[in-house]
């Protein structure tokens, strides 16, 4: 694909620090590389339209069509920006990407994990990402920082309001993937302070020569 940029992954579940990780992290990169944040599903006028029908709590989804909604947002996504931003040489920092359809998709809905690793490999085509950083929280955890972050009536999304999203099977699902996949996944304690888990990512940037 001869993309010169990175491609820089976090993943984990709900209110695991993604968001806040991402943002100190383009905080830092910026002073060294352009950069392009992304999160998923998103980041295109089509990916946006998907992602509105995905979070809908209103709207009952069949996990098929949950799966091939999420594959087409990425589809846009990997196309339309991530793609032509790395053949630019830029560095991508996503939210989410093709770990959270293994693990909500395959793991939490139970479809064939090997049928989702054939969608994913045709939503992305070639590209691979460089590095995904698993944000490492219990679940009882996340689910504190939710109430806190929301309010006590939650004003969860329709995935939020999944029984898996905060009983351990997402979590455990993604430490199953790591496992499984050591060499593309670095899994990073997301409990300490932001600034904390900030600085070991960096350094694990640093080891692998990125910045
Ligand atoms: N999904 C899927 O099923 N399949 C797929 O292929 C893809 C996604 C791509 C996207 O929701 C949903 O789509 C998601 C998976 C599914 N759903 N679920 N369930 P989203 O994008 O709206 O939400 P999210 O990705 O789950 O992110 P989030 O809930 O916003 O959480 P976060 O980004 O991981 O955390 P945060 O916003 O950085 O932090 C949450 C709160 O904790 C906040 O108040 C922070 O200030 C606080 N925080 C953060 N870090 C710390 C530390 N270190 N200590 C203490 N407090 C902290």
Known sequence: MGAKGALIVFEGGDGC????????????????????????????????????????????????????????????????????????GLFVICDRFVESTMVYQGIARYIDLQAVEAVNK????????TVTFLLNVPCQISRQRIVLRNGADLGLDRMEREDFSFDGTIQNGYLELAKKYPDRMVVVDGTPDPKVVSDTIWGHLKAKGLV
């Open 122 to 129: 045709l939503a992305l085509g070639a590209l691979v990402p």
């Open 17 to 88: 620090g993604k968001t806040t990780q991402v943002q100190l992290l383009a905080e830092r990169l910026t002073k060294h590389h352009q950069i392009l944040l992304m999160r998923e599903p998103g980041g295109t006028d089509v990916s946006e339209a998907i992602r509105a029908i995905l979070l809908n709590p209103k709207l009952s989804i069949k996990p098929e069509a949950e799966l091939l909604l999420f594959a087409a947002s990425r589809a846009q996504l990997v196309r339309e920006r991530i793609i032509p931003a790395l053949e630019a």
